[in-house]
């Protein structure tokens, strides 16, 4: 596996009348007319010198303008994507407003554009018709998740 990217991110969720979760979609140019499939978590390349929960808490700051939402956080576990990069993720239940999203910038060509262009809070079902393919994976196992735990007796 030496040589191959790490990517770790964030899944924010909220449980309002029905579970909703934040997803992200890229700035620039290449993205701007791309929609179904090209929506991401917020996530980043993990360094060197860092764990995959340093990355995403880092990558979430960059790319949102928000502090990480506070553990606990749910693991998610991995993927791999077509580009054979792969990405860890994390789960977090956060209320955070789309509207105040300030990402970080990216320079293309001479020209600066956002890293995120816009999340958006989705249903189950739009965010897997958004969401890259690979990272469809994240929403099952995140609702199989809060099923086991309403399911955990005391």
Request: glycine share 6%; no cysteine; net charge negative.
């Amino acid at each position: 596996m030496l040589g191959r990217l790490r990517s770790a991110g964030l899944l924010p969720y909220r449980l309002d009348d029905e579970l909703r979760l934040l997803v992200a979609h890229p700035g620039g140019p290449f993205f701007a007319r791309r929609d179904n499939g090209w929506w991401s978590i917020v996530k980043g390349i993990v360094e060197a010198d860092e764990s995959d929960e340093e990355a995403a808490a880092r990558e979430f700051e960059e790319e949102t303008g928000w502090p990480a939402p506070p553990l606990p956080w749910i693991e998610l576990g991995e993927t791999t994507l077509k580009s054979r990069k792969i990405v860890v993720a994390y789960a977090v239940e956060a209320d955070l407003d789309p509207e105040t999203l300030a990402s970080n910038l990216i320079t293309i060509s001479g020209r600066s554009f956002p890293e995120i262009d816009r999340v958006v809070w989705m249903s189950v079902d739009q965010a897997r018709v958004k969401l890259n393919q690979a990272q469809t994976v994240f929403i099952d196992r995140l609702i199989t998740n809060l099923d086991d735990a309403r399911n955990i007796v005391t």
